[in-house]
């Protein structure tokens, strides 16, 4: 039997751990000035299938031949297997979307935090 001490000890980790796992990135990170992107500016977590599909739609233009489409979808699977081969389970994986002031003009990309730590970051689009 489990003392009632160990009891609340362990109710208490679980609840500490949950409230990490689903709160928002960032929350209790003391420095995140040297992220690439802001906390305000990821939108969702995301998955490696969902970030290539999303990167493919941030860059189509209907105007370019369909073997720079091959160019793209190369550069992606490369740039991405560099930045995010090394992930881990628990790593957390996000796609951000920031507006460069109000310009119109964004920057979009990726980014792995392990904990309050960028572990990986691919930008695939910014507007100049």
Do not use: H
């Amino acid at each position: 039997m489990f003392s009632m001490t160990l009891r609340c000890a362990i109710a208490l980790t679980i609840l500490v751990v949950s409230g990490c796992s689903t709160g928002a990135p960032g929350q209790g990170c003391r420095d995140i000035s040297s992220w690439p992107a802001s906390p305000e500016s990821l939108v969702r977590r995301t998955t490696a299938a969902d970030a290539r599909k999303q990167f493919l739609e941030d860059v189509a233009l209907d105007e370019l031949p369909a073997a720079l489409d091959k160019v793209q979808e190369q550069w992606f699977d490369e740039e991405w297997a560099k930045q995010f081969g090394a992930l881990r389970d628990g790593d957390e994986l996000w796609y951000y979307a920031e507006e460069k002031g109000d310009t119109g003009w964004w920057r979009k990309g990726y980014i792995a935090l392990r904990g309050c730590v960028v572990v990986g970051e691919m930008t695939t689009l910014e507007d100049n």
